[in-house]
């Protein structure tokens, strides 16, 4: 069995999406403004589709990781950022990660 044979044997497609992204141009980092604008745009011109949301992913700023905080481990306080020593410690620095000792 292949992997995708195997994939589909075990899983399936669900909650598909139609994904815009923002143009480089106007860069990875683009403002919501300019999605907010492209959303518009899709409504102009797509009738009868309410499903429309704007979505985003959400890195570090200090290493580009995806943002990943504990959540219930004993060890660390929830919402600590998992990524980092630096978004670790500006954490701890925080009113945030006094908040959870
Ligand atoms: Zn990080």
């Known amino acids: 069995m292949d992997r995708e044979k195997f994939l589909n044997a075990c899983s399936e497609q669900v909650n598909w999406r139609v994904i815009v992204s923002i143009p480089p141009a106007v860069g990875y980092r683009a403002a919501p403004d300019e999605a907010i604008?492209?959303?518009?745009?899709?409504?102009?011109?797509?009738d009868g589709?309410?499903?429309?949301?704007v979505d985003y992913d959400r890195i570090c700023k200090f290493c580009g990781a995806a943002w990943e905080v504990a959540d219930g481990m004993k060890a660390i306080p929830d919402g600590r950022p998992l990524c980092c020593e630096k978004a670790g410690k500006m954490f701890d620095e925080s009113a945030l990660g006094t908040l959870e000792r």
Not at 37 to 46: D, L, P, S
Not at 49 to 53: A, E, N, Y
């Open 37 to 46: 604008r492209i959303m518009g745009e899709i409504k102009r011109h797509v």
């Open 49 to 53: 589709f309410s499903g429309l949301v």
